[in-house]
């Protein structure tokens, strides 16, 4: 997968691609559709297709205090995208000088003058420019202009309702990992380097590979079954604290994998933890025995529910 960025010229064999073009965080259901689109289009076209995502996200450019929303890195989304079949990821730097352009100097200067777009396809809801006073429709308009197409699709229900970012944020906050990854189509996975801890794990006999959470939404709290996989290629199940373990002092928030069957020096590389099912809340323990029975029986249960779910 070719990673581009705005900021640099686009190479001249991807000029005149077909570009999907939004956030695409989490890259659910509903974007799929339109990444799907796009790839279809420009096979059909015989031309480059291309995935343009921002970054920083939007809201948090304009609301930097926000809470964590991440559902997906930058590198996540592109193995994401490239599994979908574009030829190339687009990283729309969102700044000062890309937040004041007008909708017609989007189109004019940055779809087809920087990036030669000949196709852009978009969800029904896209908006763009200042104050995101372009819609879809007003694309298609400005576009035709200077030859270039632009398609919308639809948005993706189920019984529920449209499938959206939000409803697997909500999901995620609410420890619903089985409707979050229905949403996705895979789990919900954070990716990180594992990093050194205060040993906690160690000495009560379960070694964790210890990851901070970045910019990732915080799904609740608590104690998770998790499939992992390390950038060497090794794949790995077990159990995982997500939170601030609250029996020590004092709170840190981590994520905290423990492996199972696994002996090995993890510090250093990077590794994805997929969510796979919430088992329970963190709780404080009043000693170190009575948190050594509970994590012995939170392993057996990791495991039941890992061989329920296909890996």
Avoid: W
């Avoid at 978009?122 to 763009?128: A, K, L, N, P, V």
């Avoid at 994590?295 to 249960?301: I, K, Q």
């Amino acid at each position: 997968m070719t990673l581009l960025h705005s900021d640099a010229p686009l190479p001249p064999a991807l000029r005149g691609a077909v570009i999907a073009l939004g956030n695409f965080d989490g890259f659910h259901r509903g974007h799929q559709a339109v990444v799907g689109r796009a790839v279809a289009r420009a096979k059909a076209e015989g031309r480059p297709a291309i995935v343009a995502t921002f970054d920083p996200h939007p809201a948090r450019y304009f609301r930097a205090d926000s809470p964590h929303f991440r559902l997906t890195t930058l590198e996540q989304r592109a193995r994401l995208f490239a599994a979908a079949g574009a030829d190339a990821t687009l990283v729309l730097h969102f700044d000062a000088d890309l937040a004041a352009l007008s909708p017609e100097q989007f189109v004019a200067d940055e779809l087809v003058g920087r990036f030669g777009a000949a196709a852009v396809v978009t969800g029904e809801d896209f908006t763009f420019g200042k104050a995101r006073a372009g819609t879809a429709p007003m694309l298609a308009s400005l576009g035709a202009a200077y030859n270039m197409a632009a398609e919308t699709v639809a948005a993706v229900a189920d019984g529920e309702g449209v499938i959206s970012s939000s409803r697997i944020r909500e999901a995620l906050i609410a420890g619903d990992c089985a409707t979050a990854a229905r949403l996705l189509t895979r789990p919900f996975t954070i990716e990180g380097e594992v990093v050194h801890g205060d040993q906690r794990g160690r000495e009560l006999g379960y070694p964790t590979a210890n990851m901070e959470l970045g910019d990732y939404l915080r799904p609740r709290y608590g104690i998770y079954a998790v499939r992992a996989h390390v950038d060497d290629g090794r794949a790995l199940e077990g159990v995982a604290n997500l939170g601030i373990r609250p029996s020590f002092d004092p709170p840190k928030e981590l994520l905290e994998p423990y492996f199972f069957d696994f002996s090995g020096d993890l510090y250093g590389r990077v590794i994805e933890v997929a969510l796979i099912d919430f088992l329970r809340p963190e709780a404080k323990f009043d000693d170190l025995q009575a948190l050594k029975v509970q994590m012995a029986a939170d392993c057996d249960a990791a495991r039941t529910s890992l061989s329920f779910r296909s890996s």
